[in-house]
């Protein structure tokens, strides 16, 4: 998930560029995302400070979601985007956004069956068409 997200262009051209990655993994750390190389998480305060970090974005495990809330907002952001499908506890004075791509998915399956099956059969031709 975290590799798509960097990969993901909209962010840069709504101005928010991603300028540090980080993970836990030994074979992660140390790769080169285009012109970033992913940290271990033990460098995310010092990265913070030096980068003046405000916003986290989660896209971890669900069991480790919470840690790594824990260590983004000791580190000092003021803003975290959570991926993890699990809802993490962090102070008030830190916004928090959640995606729950489950939900999302659901909402859309559940406006396909809305369309009901003429409407959906002439999108799917429009589509194989295009």
Request: hydrophobic share 50%; glycine share 8%.
């Amino acid at each position: 998930m975290g590799s798509a997200l960097f990969a993901y262009k909209e962010f840069r051209r709504q101005g928010f560029d991603i300028v540090s990655v980080f993970d836990v993994s030994a074979d992660r750390v140390g790769q080169k995302w285009r012109d970033l190389t992913v940290r271990h998480i033990d460098e995310l305060r010092a990265e913070t400070e030096r980068l003046s970090l405000e916003i986290g974005i989660i896209a971890v495990p669900a069991r480790a979601a919470q840690g790594v809330a824990d260590r983004l907002v000791a580190a000092g952001m003021r803003g975290v985007l959570n991926f993890a499908h699990r809802r993490i506890e962090i102070p008030p004075t830190v916004a928090l956004r959640t995606v729950n791509l489950s939900i999302e998915l659901e909402g859309l399956a559940f406006a396909i069956k809305a369309l009901g099956p003429k409407a959906a059969g002439a999108a799917r031709r429009a589509r194989a068409g295009a």
